[in-house]
């Protein structure tokens, strides 16, 4: 089903449009990486606002590179991603 959403989005709204939004909801989880950050140091009603936001933010920006799939070629993007991984594990096992 999830695919289904992802690709009507974007046949609805169109490629440049999804591409002004990831880049405005990765603007926004940078914004609640840094307020989750400086969280740190505040009473324990201000953390959790900043976890639950940085943990909504996150949810917007997996939404939006799924959509980022269907827009591209996800099997290249799956072979980058695979790529990656094993670069990092072979890091992991020096």
């Given amino acids: 089903m999830e695919d289904n959403i992802y690709k009507r989005i974007v ?3 169109g490629v440049e449009s999804q591409l002004n939004m990831v880049t405005e909801e990765i603007g926004e989880l940078l914004q609640a990486i840094s307020k989750f950050r400086r969280s740190y140091n505040k009473d324990d009603e201000t953390k959790d606002k900043a976890y639950d936001h940085l943990c909504e933010e996150t949810a917007d920006v997996i939404n939006m590179m799924n959509q ?3 827009m591209f070629d996800s099997e290249l993007i799956d072979k980058y991603i695979e790529e990656k991984l094993e670069r990092i594990s072979k890091k992991l096992d020096e």
């Fill in 11 to 13: 046949d609805k709204w």
């Fill in 68 to 70: 980022m799939r269907e």
